[in-house]
């Protein structure tokens, strides 16, 4: 064997190559951030109330911008912060984390319906999703 043959080495792919006849590969749901799920809870119960940032802030003791922050879901924040905040509008942590697997199940099951729609492929039955108000929000319950 000659020096070059003895460097070479087959490579084995971890994943048979795409063919012509194959569809394009569907990427998985993307899972959301556990900060944009509690930040969507927060906020929805907060204007759910009709209560402002300034009102939950004061009563939370938590600073307006950072209250802000978390409910966009740009910082992630503490457990004391969250109870902070969850007890300002009436709620549990447990009820947080209730309200965030809820809001999650309905993105999973809204990426599920559009994953079917852009294949083609008809949902049977009556439409089964949650009510929504005419600005399109979806309101949730503890």
């Known amino acids: 064997m000659t020096t070059r043959a003895t460097n070479q080495a087959d490579v084995i792919p971890l994943r048979p190559l795409p063919?012509?006849?194959?569809?394009?590969?569907?990427?998985?749901?993307?899972?959301?951030?556990?900060?944009?799920?509690?930040?969507?809870?927060?906020?929805?119960?907060?204007?759910?109330?009709?209560?402002?940032?300034?009102?939950?802030?004061?009563?939370?003791?938590?600073?307006?911008?950072?209250?802000?922050?978390?409910?966009?879901?740009?910082?992630?924040?503490?457990?004391?912060?969250?109870?902070?905040?969850?007890?300002?509008?009436g709620l549990s942590l447990a009820d947080v984390l209730a309200l965030a697997g809820e809001l999650f199940r309905l993105s999973q099951a809204r990426d599920r319906n559009a994953g079917a729609s852009r294949t083609g492929r008809r949902r049977s039955g009556p439409e089964r999703g949650p009510k929504t108000a005419a600005s399109g929000t979806v309101r949730l319950a503890a």
Do not use: C, F, H, N
């Open 19 to 89: 063919t012509a006849a194959d569809p394009a590969p569907q990427a998985p749901p993307r899972e959301p951030l556990w900060r944009d799920l509690v930040g969507e809870v927060l906020r929805r119960e907060r204007r759910a109330q009709g209560r402002t940032l300034k009102d939950v802030s004061e009563a939370s003791r938590i600073s307006m911008a950072y209250l802000s922050e978390v409910e966009r879901g740009r910082k992630e924040a503490s457990s004391e912060v969250l109870a902070a905040a969850a007890q300002a509008l």
